[in-house]
């Protein structure tokens, strides 16, 4: 039970670490994409939609820690 829980949370690590290393940002500016050097933040002109605790959903965009630019993440 416990090792093959043990297996079953490694192949759930080691899927979301593929996942990350598919969706590798860059930075459209200078080509850094040091994931260390980029920033996840939020977007805080662009609402996208309200919680039920009332509390506002930003979108979430990326900050390059190399020359400033701020960048979609999904449009890297
Ligand atoms: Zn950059």
Same mark, same amino acid.
């Given at each position: ?7 079953? #949370?490694? #192949? @759930? @690590? ?17 080509? =850094?994409?040091?994931?260390? /050097? ?12 309200? #919680? ?7 979108? /979430?965009?990326?900050?390059?820690? =190399?020359?400033? =630019?701020?960048?979609?993440?999904? =449009? #890297?």
């Amino acid at each position: 039970m416990s090792i093959l829980y043990f297996l079953y #949370s490694i #192949s @759930i @690590i080691y899927g979301v670490l593929v996942v990350v290393e598919y969706k590798r940002i860059k930075c459209p500016e200078c080509g =850094n994409e040091d994931p260390r /050097k980029l920033f996840e933040q939020a977007d805080k002109t662009t609402v996208l939609y309200y #919680s039920m605790q009332g509390t506002p959903v930003y979108r /979430k965009q990326m900050k390059c820690g =190399n020359c400033g =630019n701020i960048f979609d993440k999904n =449009n #890297s």
